[in-house]
T-cell receptor, first 114, second 113 residues
Framework: AQSVTQPDIHITVSEGASLELRCNYS??????LFWYVQSPGQGLQLLLK????DTLVQGIKGFEAEFKRSQSSFNLRKPSVHWSDAAEYFCAVGSLDSNYQLIWGAGTKLIIKP | KAGVTQTPRYLIKTRGQQVTLSCSPISGHRSVSWYQQTPGQGLQFLFE???????NKGNFPGRFSGRQFSNSRSEMNVSTLELGDSALYLCASTLGSSGNTIYFGEGSWLTVV
């Protein structure tokens, strides 16, 4: 079955430290991959997306993600987090065969320690 | 250009009532999707409309319905509200083809008492 797993429900990092949020997927077709961020009480904002080509994707707010087909992963990284990065992060997967729909991970809540 | 606009942003309803939420997509977007978000269940897909036709449907009871108008604006309706319907309802719009970026509105917070 198609699925997206974000293994960490919560992650706490210190301000200025590096960050990696994990996303693993199980998908039969060539995937499109997305990372979205949701600040408290807000909608979701696209951070970055991978369709094809370079497997290292740069996004907004200094985030990047790397698509690793062999590991079925699309982990999100940031070299140095800021307090304003505290939010919930969602990974999503789709494909040309997905009838236009995305499969969503359960989200990872990022907590920043001062 | 303007983003996805949802109204109302906040509302409180009584169990058994019905509610209608509205969504105006980004200009030129023909697909509108609705999601329910709760702390326990995460982001759950309700349905998607494309050119006034429901193209996809999630696993929600028939009390949840929607429609799309010729100008791509969409409404969703929940009848016979239950306490468990309390949630953030998110609308998202996209051009409508696979791989298109989905843009979300800020959501409508529904509290059922």
């Amino acid at each position: 079955a198609q699925s997206v797993t974000q293994p960490d429900i919560h992650i706490t990092v210190s301000e200025g430290a590096s960050l990696e949020l994990r996303c693993n997927y199980s998908y039969g077709a060539t995937p499109y991959l997305f990372w979205y961020v949701q600040s408290p009480g807000q909608g979701l904002q696209l951070l970055l997306k991978y369709f094809s080509g370079d497997t290292l994707v740069q996004g907004i707010k200094g985030f990047e993600a790397e698509f690793k087909r062999s590991q079925s992963s699309f982990n999100l990284r940031k070299p140095s987090v800021h307090w304003s990065d505290a939010a919930e992060y969602f990974c999503a997967v789709g494909s040309l065969d997905s009838n236009y729909q995305l499969i969503w991970g359960a989200g990872t809540k990022l907590i920043i320690k001062p | 250009k303007a983003g996805v606009t949802q109204t109302p942003r906040y509302l409180i309803k009584t169990r058994g009532q019905q509610v209608t939420l509205s969504c105006s997509p980004i200009s030129g977007h023909r697909s509108v999707s609705w999601y329910q978000q709760t702390p326990g269940q995460g982001l759950q897909f309700l349905f998607e409309y494309f050119s006034e036709t429901q193209r996809n449907k999630g696993n929600f009871p028939g009390r949840f319905s929607g429609r799309q108008f010729s100008n791509s604006r969409s409404e969703m309706n929940v009848s016979t509200l239950e306490l468990g319907d309390s949630a953030l309802y998110l609308c998202a719009s996209t051009l409508g083809s696979s791989g298109n970026t989905i843009y979300f509105g800020e959501g409508s917070w529904l509290t059922v008492v």
